[in-house]
């Protein structure tokens, strides 16, 4: 009996010192950051060692991105090894999506945009039917361009908004984003025929917003605006047309 | 044939029921499960994660049960002196090799297709994105390690079961490299290094000719043709194998 009781005490002083120790390790500040500076293997490493686990690799690699990303942004905001790790995980796997899109604006927390549109240009490559790169494309050509001359800067973003446009799933917004920039950019014409084609394809919400726009652009004199208007005839279907001449000439005698 | 079925049925009834299986099953299992807390911290790919990670957890758990259980496959009888019992009867040591290699076939058959289950329902509920190819993948992991265990059994016939068991986990990893035999032979300049350097690409297996992972998780899109001509090389290496192993213990002194 006295043996049975020692033995559950020892038992029962041990469970208390493995829960105290844990309890007082629990109660330590949080390491610091570690430096920021680690060691990235090249992907072409990995790429040689096992093709065949190359996207398990990315992933791991991925999760290690993510947490030295948090980790950073948290204290001293330094991305030394945030490319390389960019790098790593795209090339080992270039149609994961979500690691181009977190990368592009992590890049930007380490001001890199060049590298944001690099690899946004290299995703782009690798999954061009998705909707969300040229959007992003644009997006940051128009953002992060710095003193670029802003008419051209705005034609481009327009040209990569336009792409966007035409791929399977997109926001009706994008195309009328690229009509706006086209206009920004000075290329009026192009403008008015994106409206048009918007106003052609685009929900109630869009075609209002093409007609103010349109309204805009287009010559005020009646003769000039009719002709500007046939001229449009083809980017919509017939029966839209008839609405649409009517809805750009309201007020007009 | 069918001293060959009731040996084979023997060595699954034995093998199934040991202890350290099951221990290795559930420890799968549980990384499987643990597969979603990485998943949670992945900023949205949960089904990515929880597909890449769980197969990586089957392949490293069934090529544990595949090397270990088929390295004292052979050896256990020996040291056990049950094989001579075995041989009193009118049973050859072909059919014994045959007979234990399927036994332990079908084992892993059912430790692979659980594992592989779990996981396509785990996907399927946790991340409602499961994917057939993830027990396409789980088919081919099955034969990766059939030829694992067929490799691992030969050279349990020849070396110690310790031997037998870290030779069995050197060819794995070998067969994952063995297109870096091939660059070498392309490489070697000396007609004899490339030579050489060819005949070892074609003794390792090729177990990564397919990319099926990176298919399972939307990366590559492999064909049903380069599968099914893998699947059937992996099959014809093991049967070259199994058959060597048989060939090699009928010589044996014990």
């Known amino acids: ?253 | 044939m069918r001293r060959v079925f009731a040996i084979a049925v023997n060595t699954f009834r034995e093998t199934i029921r040991d202890r350290v299986l099951g221990v290795i099953v559930l420890f799968a299992l549980g990384m499987i499960i643990a597969s979603l807390w990485l998943a949670s911290i992945s900023l949205n790919q949960q089904a990515r994660m929880m597909k890449d990670f769980g197969l990586v957890a089957v392949t490293f758990f069934g090529l544990v049960v595949a090397v270990f259980v088929a390295a004292s496959l052979v050896h256990k009888e020996v040291e056990k002196r049950t094989v001579f019992v075995l041989f009193s009867k009118p049973v050859g040591r072909t059919e014994f090799i045959w007979g234990k290699f399927l036994g332990l076939a079908a084992t892993m058959l059912v430790v692979l297709a659980g594992m592989g289950l779990f996981l396509f329902l785990l996907t399927l509920v946790v991340a409602k994105q499961a994917s057939g190819w993830l027990l396409v993948a789980t088919a081919l992991i099955y034969l990766q390690l059939l030829v694992v265990m067929a490799v691992t059994v030969f050279f349990s016939t020849v070396t110690s079961a310790i031997l037998a068991s870290v030779l069995g986990i050197s060819v794995f990893v070998a067969g994952q490299l063995s297109h870096n035999v091939l660059s070498l032979s392309r490489l070697g300049s000396g007609v004899a290094l490339k030579a050489a350097s060819w005949i070892v690409y074609v003794l390792i297996p090729n177990l990564s000719a397919v990319d099926i992972k990176p298919t399972v998780v939307g990366e590559a899109s492999a064909s049903w043709a380069s599968i099914a001509a893998w699947a059937g090389y992996l099959v014809a290496y093991i049967v070259v194998v199994v058959l060597a192993a048989s060939w090699v213990f009928r010589r044996k002194e014990f």
Request: a positive charge; proline letters at 6%; glycine letters at 6%.
């Open chain 1, 1 to 253: 009996m006295l043996k049975r009781s020692v033995s559950v005490l020892v038992a029962l002083a041990c469970v208390a010192g493995v829960v105290a120790y844990q309890a007082h390790a629990g109660t330590k500040p949080a390491p610091a950051a570690g430096d920021p500076n680690v060691f990235v293997p090249s992907p072409k490493f990995y790429t040689d060692l096992s093709p065949s686990s190359r996207t398990s690799i990315a992933d791991a690699y991925w999760l290690q991105m993510i947490q030295y990303y948090g980790e950073h942004w948290k204290t001293d905001h330094r991305f030394d090894a945030l490319p390389a790790m960019v790098d790593l995980v795209t090339t080992l796997s270039p149609r994961f999506k979500q690691a181009y899109f977190f990368s592009a604006f992590a890049l930007i927390d380490a001001h890199r945009p060049d590298l944001s549109y690099h690899y946004l240009l290299a995703g782009y490559k690798a999954n061009p039917t998705d909707w969300h790169f040229p959007f992003y494309l644009g997006f940051f050509a128009w953002t992060y361009a710095g003193n670029e001359d802003r008419h051209h800067v705005a034609i481009v973003a327009a040209d990569y908004y336009s792409q966007a446009a035409k791929l399977p799933g997109v926001l009706p917004s994008v195309a009328r984003l690229a009509a706006a920039l086209l206009a920004k950019g000075g290329e009026k014409q192009k403008a008015i025929e994106t409206w048009a084609a918007i106003y052609g394809q685009g929900d109630k919400y869009s075609q209002q917003k093409a007609i103010a726009a349109l309204d805009a652009l287009l010559p005020p004199g009646k003769h000039e605006r009719i002709s500007a208007v046939a001229a449009l005839r083809d980017l919509m279907p017939a029966s839209q047309y008839s609405r649409f001449v009517g809805a750009i000439f309201r007020g007009y005698q």
